[in-house]
């Protein structure tokens, strides 16, 4: 009985009873086969590991499209973003106050959240950029963060606005495609009342 690492939990799991990924490999092996690489989970640490995948995945994508509005609202190249300003990005992110010490709990402000708020703040940040010379990017960067993190509120608002909107008209639309049949009993039963009356 062969035994291998669970993936999620780390505890062994047997190979034959494990829920097994298999994601081919360009490299080869010394028998000219196609090297295939093998993640083993228990059954029970599948759902968990697909959705902490789909969680970071999303993740990923937010910070890339948040990084792409702040090259494009503070006019630099990829290759001039400093490396050390998605440690900033990152403690708003996480939830952490500033000069405390740095944890890793996505508790904070969403990326999609500070990207509104920069595209709120981008008149601000150009206008800034115009009156001050900065000697450093990052010096730049973090003087527009300062203004952005003033309008993380005002993000969130009307993040939540947005979406209350959205219900609202979803639900609206559901309901003149499909009236439900709570409607219909209740106009029979007004139809009845009416006859009532009559009567
Ligand atoms: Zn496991």
């Not at 440690?87 to 106050?97: A, C, V």
């Given at each position: ?65 948040l990084r792409d509005t702040i090259m494009e609202i503070h006019g630099i190249r990829?290759?001039d973003f ?32 500070i990207e509104k708020a920069y595209l709120l703040a981008e008149s601000d940040i150009k206008w800034q950029k115009l009156k001050k010379s900065f000697?450093?990017t990052?010096g730049e960067l973090k003087y527009g963060l300062a203004i952005v993190r003033d309008k993380?509120?005002m993000a ?44």
């Open positions: 009985m062969a035994l291998v690492k669970c993936k999620w939990c780390e505890e062994k799991v047997e190979k034959e009873s494990a829920f097994v990924i298999e994601k081919q490999t360009k490299e080869k092996l010394k028998s000219g086969k196609q090297k295939v690489l093998r993640t083993y989970l228990h059954d029970k640490c599948v759902d968990a590991y697909f959705d902490d995948k789909a969680f970071k995945e999303r993740e990923q994508k937010q910070l890339d499209s990829p290759e400093p490396r050390h300003f998605y440690q900033l990005l990152q403690d708003i992110r996480n939830g952490n106050m500033i000069g405390r010490q740095r944890k890793n709990y996505k508790s904070g402000t969403e990326y999609r959240i000697d450093t990052l993380l509120k969130r608002d009307r993040d939540r606005a947005e979406k209350q909107a959205r219900k609202i008209a979803k639900a609206g639309l559901q309901k003149e495609i499909a009236p439900d049949a709570n409607n219909f009993k209740k106009k029979d039963k007004e139809d009845l009342d009416i006859t009532d009356f009559l009567d």
